[in-house]
């Protein structure tokens, strides 16, 4: 694998998922593969599942870590070409990316959606220019608009708890008061859709995710009618799509509630974290044996572990 | 040893003070004890001394240390039950603490006290929900009312320095214009009273420690008194209890002089730094030979290294 | 070597310019040499290629690295002797650089100019306190008025570049709207000036470096002129040192285009970065083949290799 940046970088989803079980089964086995190589994990934004998990795989992958956030630790960044940069933003990605190619043989790299233009974000302005001037591979710490590390940790705790060859898989959204990115709700649709799951997105109207990530999979407006036989439950807000990042809706009906559970098909109930409780999920949902949360962040070692061994072994 | 949050996490604390001379004249004896262990170190506030010996102690067991800041570079965290968190904090520490676990062998965690109450500061709510919630062993690197690590290091100090097999031992208030937490207070009084030492205790009225750390010390409000045959004068600056978290006095007169230092047995001037100088101290007793505060400080790494050694051995 | 703090410390540049291509060629030829020994980078300011390249050489140096930000990790300092600390600095250089110093063999140090006075700055408060209390080799990460590792690097990089024996180095002033530190550009001098190339600086009236670092450099004020058959064109941004601090002139004629480019002997284009595209300089220059800006950075991992080996050598 040259890049983990989306879904197009990956050739066979299946076997990454199963890259991740057996890093999970055997996290020590590759330790010599990334000796004397050094990962750059590079934040403009706060983390803390991604942050600990992505260095937790690169040590156990051997490799050396330097973390920085940009902002606090370094440079606003410039992203646009041609312009004059006479304003707060010292360094130019041309210059700053290719600079970490210098000294990293992999970057992670971390940027939100900034909800100033939907094109713009949609275009994933800082991580193809990543890929595109860093000359060394480049890891997706979540985008504008996708979030591979977690969706592939999804599939695999999809696949340690499925009690059924083909599972009901239902991404809902539950409410917030913030905007919020779809990179999560994106990305989790865009890998779903590589499986031969049943898979249904539920969520008010107003909040269809964009069709390139929507494709195929069931819409439906009606969470109770989602919810029935479902085997996983995967909460997530995000701010709307076509009134780019606004919020449409704060329904407090969309809440994940043990009664709500007691629809699906004891599904297991999943979220990417952090997750506001009460405010999306009931606490009863999140303290019930059905609740998958910590299972699926301690899956994020693995998701990214299995990366990392793909493109070390291209190196 | 399972976690090192207080004193009753320790069973020996003779054996544990050797353990940390051990170390010292032993830095790299232990070095495959942690290897392939990750220590997650998580600071709600500021650190230089605790941030960087811990680092250096786990180094020299060979664990692989992870650091992160709370709120800079992740999330703010809720500590309530059952709220509804519609406010700014992202996460809530039941996942946060189970997730770190997941990720990391033993987690260090600062947390200051936030004298918004005095209960909710003394039931220690973070660092008892890291041991609720984390399933792993926590060390405490300052909590509300403790400092386990300073303490253990202020022994370690105390038993380099000691000229007297039973020196007395002074703890003594000096003036601060901030409110500042009793935990290193409470913490080396706790420590002290598990010792032989002749402990006393002076500070002006209305700046009584919790009974539970005072326990059998004498205590006297008359600074002049408490220093008299003094071996160790250790100065620290802390609001009061009883009026909780209010600064009654700051009294000049109990700065540390080499007037007062005159009054003693030679003693030893220790302080837990960062010191204020001039304001808490005169340079002339922190130039002085006397003068132990850099050994003490570097002890820090002792101390620790010993609390991670027993806890690597029960792992 | 002792410290890498000025040019007093090095004893033969041309050595060193040598050690750092050598290090270059076989970047993990010293992985044991540092072994079990810890350099701490303390950062009072942002940092990228500083931050990540130090770390970078130190791990090939078999280094562990604890990096620290003052301020936001840790206390602001007070460098001032004989105060009385009631303000908003919590800990003196004195106890903070003797701490340091028990926990680390080796400590980087960033503290640009604070341009309060001139004097202040120039006597290298923060750099010569480390220095004096530490008690360990102190590396300068960038000063109040020098940057070593990057002069260092520059000469690496014009060492691999220059086809004459003798190469016409230009160090030239470009406009900028902000007040920037003198260092890059002084230290660039300080060390060029120990080299035989052919040194010219130009910049405007009123923006004469300080006399010990020009030395017999030839000085104009003509850009034009110093471009002329050069062949490195070396530019940099800085504020005026006699009337210190102050931006003096923002002339967009000494932007650095294709058109100046084409007076010289078919220069490289070098600048320490970041740098702001279209202010300083024309997109063209950068993204030319001229351009040697990002092996300039590449080199800054091989110049601060080559000094900490030398330190390493002699711990």
């Not at 299946?14 to 079980?21: P, S, Y």
């Not at 041609?82 to 990316?97: F, L, P, R, S």
């Not at 190619?101 to 939100?112: E, K, L, M, N, T």
């Not at 969520?203 to 999979?217: C, I, M, R, S, T």
Request: glycine share 4%; proline share 4%.
């Amino acid at each position: 694998m040259k890049h983990f940046i989306n879904l197009n970088d990956v050739s066979d989803v299946k076997e990454l998922v199963l890259e991740g079980l057996h890093q999970k089964a055997n996290p020590l086995a590759n330790q010599n593969l990334g000796k004397n190589k050094t990962i750059g994990l590079i934040f403009f934004n706060s983390s803390l599942r991604t942050r600990i998990s992505t260095q937790k795989a690169a040590i156990n992958l051997g490799m050396d870590v330097i973390v920085m956030n940009v902002g606090s630790d370094s440079w606003q960044l410039e992203f646009e070409d041609g312009v004059i940069m006479d304003q707060g933003k010292a360094e130019h990605i041309k210059e700053a990316a290719a600079v970490l190619g210098q000294y990293c043989d992999i970057i992670g790299v971390r940027a939100f959606a900034e909800f100033k233009s939907q094109e713009d974000d949609y275009r994933e302005i800082v991580l193809e220019s990543f890929r595109k001037y860093a000359g060394v591979p480049i890891v997706n710490l979540e985008s504008a608009t996708r979030h591979p590390c977690q969706s592939l940790a999804d599939l695999i705790t999809i696949e340690e708890l499925k009690t059924r060859t083909r599972p009901k898989v239902v991404l809902t959204w539950v409410p917030h008061f913030k905007a919020l990115p779809q990179a999560v709700a994106n990305s989790f649709a865009e890998w779903v859709n590589e499986t031969d799951y049943d898979f249904v997105i539920t969520h008010p109207e107003g909040y269809d995710l964009a069709p390139q990530f929507v494709k195929n999979a069931k819409v439906t407006y009606s969470q109770e009618e989602a919810f029935a036989d479902a085997d996983f439950i995967y909460a997530k807000n995000w701010s709307s799509y076509s009134q780019y990042g606004q919020v449409l809706s704060q329904d407090p009906d969309w809440r994940i509630t043990p009664e709500k559970m007691a629809l699906t098909h004891n599904a297991n109930f999943m979220h990417c974290l952090p997750v506001r409780r009460g405010l999306k999920v009931a606490d009863e949902v999140l303290d019930s044996p059905q609740s998958a949360v910590i299972q699926q962040a301690g899956n994020r070692v693995w998701s990214v572990q299995a990366a990392l061994k793909k493109i070390l072994e291209e190196l």
